[in-house]
Nanobody
């Protein structure tokens, strides 16, 4: 069973930066599609970003140019670097994964098998 662990959330002022990390102790994530989703209070779950095994990436329009997803092969970790944070980015962020070593792309739809527990990101105005 794949257990995803998210770290790096917290409280930041508008315009600030945070870096979320996703790891799975004892599991090599390099053959998995990895994504980040978020759910804000009263809103639908939203696909934020994803990265394929081949490191092709996808981003929601709301975060393009501000967020960057990075796969650290050696460290077996996927990061979500979030810059220029806005109060509307406030949400619980979830790391997600699919075993799919052959797909050149990754989905921003919630069709992922494995989900982390989620981590809070709060952006104050």
């Amino acid at each position: 069973q794949l257990k995803l662990v998210e770290t790096g959330g917290g409280l930041v002022q508008s315009g600030g930066s945070l870096r979320l990390s996703c790891a799975a102790p004892g599991i090599n994530l390099n053959s998995y599609q990895i994504g980040w989703f978020r759910r804000a209070p009263g809103k639908e779950r939203e696909g934020v970003s994803c990265i394929s095994v081949g490191r092709d990436t996808g981003y929601a329009d709301s975060v393009k140019g501000r967020f960057k997803i990075i796969r650290d092969i050696a460290g077996n970790t996927v990061y979500l670097q979030m810059n220029g944070l806005k109060p509307e980015d406030t949400a619980v962020y979830y790391c997600v994964a699919n075993w799919n070593p052959r797909s050149p792309t990754c989905p921003l739809s919630p069709n992922y098998t494995y989900w982390g527990q989620g981590i809070q990101v709060t952006v104050s105005s």
